[in-house]
């Protein structure tokens, strides 16, 4: 996926800590293995820095998985990579919350702090 889709504005708030919790309920990607549909519920939680995302570009960028072969583990670190390369947060959680799927349900959470 490419990451350039992101657009970022700037933070107004610098200096103080809050946190932004995004959801995301209508993800799509491919299973890379068989082409079939997986659904989840992506979940983003960040602590800005100097940039916060903007949430259209958000969209499209999460639109464009619906044609990309990607396993559960794998999409949800890319996203997390993507939005900490776009915003240079100061933490982040993403949480990828797959539907049923062969009898399995998966939830997969990837975080990143900047003091680490």
Do not use: W
């Amino acid at each position: 996926m490419d990451k350039k889709i992101l657009e970022t504005f700037k933070n107004e708030y610098q200096g103080r800590e809050y946190e932004i919790d995004i959801t995301c309920p209508e993800f799509t990607a491919l299973c890379p293995k068989t082409g079939q549909p997986d659904f989840a519920v992506i979940n983003i939680k960040y602590v800005p820095d100097k940039l916060c995302i903007e949430l259209k570009s958000l969209k499209l960028y999460m639109f464009a998985y619906r044609n990309e072969g990607e396993f559960h583990e794998h999409v949800t670190n890319k996203i997390l990579d993507d939005i900490v390369s776009v915003c240079k947060p100061i933490r982040a959680t993403v949480t990828g919350d797959f539907n049923v799927r062969g009898g399995i349900k998966t939830i997969v959470r990837a975080s990143y702090n900047k003091k680490d």
